[in-house]
């Protein structure tokens, strides 16, 4: 996770809840169930998420991000930080470079992140129990 300054430098200047029952709710789906905020809620203010701090200030941290312009109206954010307090820690894996393809750059300075939404398999191969989600 990025630190505050960081994050801060990132945020789209922008308000992210028009109001206080708003960000009640998105909050309890995510924040509230988070590891990057369970030392605020044991009374560890100081080290809780930067991104909420950063979501008071009245910016949009980069981290929330939405599935379309349709969304940006409803605050249906997606926090790409999300880790959830039952998760087991995740094991680092190296990034490989198949065998005969170039590598362009070096792949140790970036980080790559992504949200995916699975999707139920559709078609004719569905159907014979098939398919790739």
């Known amino acids: 996770m990025r630190t505050y300054d960081e994050a801060l430098a990132a945020a789209r200047d922008e308000s992210t809840f028009s109001n206080s029952s708003q960000w009640e709710v998105w909050s309890a789906k995510n924040c509230d169930r988070c590891i990057h905020d369970r030392p605020a809620r044991q009374g560890d203010d100081g080290n809780g998420c930067p991104l909420i701090?950063?979501?008071?200030?009245?910016k949009r941290p980069a981290e929330w991000q939405t599935q379309s312009a349709e969304d940006d109206v409803f605050a249906d954010y997606t926090c790409t930080e999300f880790r959830h307090d039952d998760a087991p820690a995740p094991q680092?894996?190296?990034?490989?470079?198949?065998?005969?393809?170039?590598?362009l750059l070096p792949c140790e300075p970036y980080e790559v992140r992504c949200t995916v939404t699975p999707r139920p398999p559709s078609g004719p191969a569905a159907a014979e129990g098939g398919g790739v989600l």
Request: glycine residues 16%; neutral net charge; charged residues 10%.
């Open 53 to 58: 701090l950063i979501s008071l200030l009245g």
């Open 92 to 103: 680092a894996r190296p990034v490989s470079v198949s065998p005969g393809q170039g590598e």
